[in-house]
């Protein structure tokens, strides 16, 4: 597989870009950061989980449009590639200053799981998948997670990162909220289910960060002590409520059980890339 490069090309396409980046130029990063291998990881997987957050709504953007979902929310969802991309670059700069990015292998191919395959096409629902996948489950969980990485960060570089980015996921979030009100006529009991399926294994895509080894909280990165129940505690009160609030019934029995001690975590963008 390749390594995770990323490139720009400058010209009328970095000039087209300048006035939503120009936030980062702004940032203190003449800040003097210690060369730590933990949150090199941790910045490098989040560039990458950034990136395919943007691939997952471009995909997201196309399914709204084949669905015939409001203007407005398909704008939307093609504008959130754009802070995506921003914030890839937030991410890689982060890494970079923490000593250098550490060597990635991707596959570019697979960013973004497709929806089920279906007979008749069903473009409502498979467009209320992606969106429950990436907006309902992996931008909501995002929001609290960033917040209590930027409060635990010990650095005014990183927490101005991590806040200025926790901005953006907040609005990719309630973009799912819209999304299934808007949808809600058209979806019946079985469409419902199907999606409380979906969500719930995308929370169940997550239960690998809840495994591995602890480390203490810093410069981006959460220790297992403040993540898993700042975690559970996402998956319940961002997540479940507001699905069931929408009849779309997660049973939070089905999901895994949360750990008392995991992992290294990242202040990524919690969206499950690859299929
Ligand atoms: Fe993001
Ligand atoms: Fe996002």
């Not at 003097?32 to 997987?45: C, E, F, G, K, M």
């Not at 069931?244 to 939070?252: E, K, M, N, T, Y």
């Amino acid at each position: 597989m390749p390594a995770f490069e990323l490139a720009a090309i400058g010209g009328p396409w970095g000039r087209r870009l300048a006035p939503r980046r120009a936030w980062l130029d702004q940032l203190p990063w003449h800040e003097p950061l210690p060369r730590a291998d933990d949150a090199r990881i941790v910045w490098t997987q989040t560039a990458f989980s950034e990136y395919a957050s943007a691939a997952a709504f471009a995909e997201v953007a196309s399914a709204l449009l084949a669905a015939g979902a409001p203007i407005d929310l398909v704008a939307a969802a093609g504008d959130f590639v754009v802070d995506e991309i921003v914030h890839t670059e937030a991410a890689a700069r982060v890494a970079t200053a923490l000593g250098g990015a550490v060597a990635l292998e991707v596959d570019l191919t697979r960013l973004v799981r497709p929806p089920t395959p279906r007979a008749d096409g069903a473009p409502l629902l498979a467009a209320a998948e992606l969106v429950v996948r990436t907006s309902c489950v992996g931008e909501a969980l995002t929001v609290p997670m960033l917040k209590l990485a930027a409060r635990l960060a010990g650095s005014a570089l990183i927490e101005a990162v991590l806040t200025r980015i926790v901005a953006d996921e907040a609005s990719h979030g309630q973009l799912g909220w819209w999304f299934l009100d808007w949808a809600a006529p058209r979806l019946d009991d079985a469409a419902r289910a199907h999606l409380a399926g979906v969500a719930g294994d995308a929370i169940r895509a997550f239960a690998p960060l809840l495994g591995g080894s602890c480390t203490d909280s810093g410069l981006g990165v959460v220790g297992c002590d403040r993540y898993d129940p700042a975690f559970a505690d996402a998956v319940s009160r961002a997540v479940v409520d507001p699905l069931a609030a929408r009849g779309i019934a997660v049973r939070l029995a089905d999901l895994p059980a949360f750990p008392p001690a995991a992992p290294v975590t990242a202040p990524q963008e919690l969206a499950p890339a690859g299929a």
